[in-house]
């Protein structure tokens, strides 16, 4: 018995290159690639100032993971030794294994939030006092845009300009990890820059939602980027002819990403509403971006349900009772439409 075809819902970055992408690359002359640790690759400059332009930054940098991105911009803005604020949810703290601490020699002091945005009077209690020679100094903010954890939510830029206030007012940097801050534009129907004026630094994903293969981005000011490239090198992530990258990178800038991260969001709706509308049972958050968050109740044979799934052609990420589907431009209007049928079906039979 054949295998029913996968609809792949744990994440956007399980998406493969648009055909316009690979029609680009396979159009990629000798003469548009180069070495990019001399900074010679044409393709990847030509990305770069692309994405400052969006980004209203003075400069960017590709890297070859979000994670890579994060860790770069902090390290580029601090020193060991010294404190650093975020988020007890974000993706800095929860799922990049500590690396701001390993290796930027940082020390880490979380905050809770109300949907991704910490409190002001929060985090002035946190700062620590300057002239306390006993205590690190408190000198970067980072917060998560959308926020990945709290079902893809959109932290809005009234609040990101009373932060990037707070931190003027302290003396410190403010770090934007906007891995899906092109959901969080449309969202809002918004331009970018709107969200990352406010900020020092922010990094961004072209391999979540822009359907690229591999790549992210940190923007900033020149000064910034000249040392966070000298810090990429040292971690390893000095490319050589990255421009067979970077096209699909200015293929996924260029072309309406506004469009397709519109659909994308679209279909969590849909999808959402239909788990809700059918399942007493399941507590479902109603999406603002491309990201559903969900829980069982304690008694629910989760991990059941979650096999039984798989073996209908429907995958999303298991955590036990919190589950997390996520729509993307790899899925088609019918295959979100079967995945609610089989996700139903499947709840009334182990949740009745």
Not at 140 to 146: D, I, K
Request: glycine share 6%; hydrophobic share 40%.
């Amino acid at each position: 018995m054949s295998q029913p075809p996968l609809i792949d819902l744990r994440s956007d970055t399980v998406t493969k290159p648009t055909p316009d992408m690979w029609d680009a690359l396979k159009n990629l002359e000798d003469s548009h690639l180069g070495d990019d640790v001399y900074g010679e690759d044409p393709t990847v400059n030509e990305l770069e100032a692309k994405a400052a332009k969006l980004m209203n930054k003075e400069a960017t940098l590709l890297v070859t993971s979000g994670s890579q991105g994060n860790l770069v911009s902090l390290l580029s803005q601090t020193q060991p030794g010294e404190e650093i604020l975020i988020e007890a949810k974000s993706h800095i703290c929860l799922y990049e294994v500590g690396s701001a601490a390993r290796i930027g020699g940082l020390t880490t002091k979380t905050f809770k939030s109300s949907r991704g945005v910490p409190s002001i009077q929060e985090l002035e209690m946190m700062i620590r006092p300057r002239d306390d020679l006993h205590q690190p100094w408190t000198t970067l903010l980072a917060v998560e845009n959308t926020h990945n954890t709290h079902g893809g939510i959109v932290i809005r830029p009234q609040d990101l300009e009373k932060l990037s206030k707070f931190t003027q007012d302290h003396n410190m940097k403010f770090h934007l990890d906007g891995a899906r801050i092109f959901n969080a534009a449309v969202a809002l129907d918004s331009p970018l820059h709107k969200f990352t004026d406010h900020v020092d630094t922010v990094m961004f994903c072209l391999s979540k939602g822009m359907a690229c293969p591999v790549g992210s981005m940190i923007a900033g000011s020149q000064e910034v980027i000249d040392r966070a490239r000298k810090f990429r090198k040292m971690l390893g992530g000095g490319m050589r002819q990255a421009g067979v990258l970077a096209i699909m990178g200015l293929i996924a800038l260029e072309h309406n990403w506004r469009k397709q991260l519109k659909q994308d969001h679209v279909h969590a709706k849909m999808l959402a509403k239909a788990l809700q509308a059918e399942n007493e049972l399941i507590s479902v958050t109603m999406p603002e971006t491309n990201i559903i968050n969900f829980s069982f109740p304690e008694a629910a044979p989760t991990l059941e349900i979650h096999n039984s799934l798989i073996k209908q052609g429907v995958l999303g990420l298991h955590k036990g009772y919190y589950q997390r589907l996520v729509t993307h431009v790899g899925l088609s209007r019918q295959d979100i439409e079967q995945a609610i049928t089989v996700l139903n079906t499947t709840f009334k039979k182990f949740l009745t």
